[in-house]
């Protein structure tokens, strides 16, 4: 073990304690509240914590995110999962609700990485393709 104890807070998200042990390299981290042990997470309780099923993460981001939160038809944006990894495909209104439904798809537990393909008018990436489709 190191010293001083490396720990965390009772209050910190489970991201949080995944990404310090990470970067420290550590199996264990005692959580605190104040001066206080309440509890220790290990690299277990994080992997279960995320693990889940592609097809409940894929049905999270379409029908909590996508339909719910933005408003969007289920037709507009297409949601693809393997193995955690996420892929979107589609036309949304503007960048920056491309850029919200990322966000809200790299928060959703069990996402290991987010690709988007989302475009919207006026993307520099629709108007060239547009212009390299056959007339």
Do not use: C, H
């Not at 289920?74 to 589609?90: A, C, K, T």
Request: charged share 30%; proline share 4%.
């Amino acid at each position: 073990m190191t010293t001083p104890a490396v720990t965390i807070a009772s209050g910190r998200s489970v991201s949080d304690a995944a990404a310090l042990m990470l970067e420290l390299r550590i199996d264990r981290l005692p959580v605190v509240n104040g001066d206080r042990l309440v509890g220790i997470v290990t690299r277990t309780d994080l992997v279960r914590a995320f693990t889940r099923a592609d097809k409940a993460i894929e049905r999270e981001i379409q029908d909590d995110g996508i339909v719910k939160r933005f408003w969007i038809g289920p037709s507009y944006v297409d949601v693809s999962v393997d193995q955690g990894n996420v892929l979107l495909e589609g036309e949304v209104d503007a960048e920056e609700q491309a850029n919200a439904i990322v966000a809200f798809a790299l928060r959703t537990a069990g996402v290991v990485s987010v690709k988007s393909r989302l475009t919207w008018p006026g993307d520099a990436k629709v108007a060239r393709r547009r212009e390299r489709a056959p007339a």
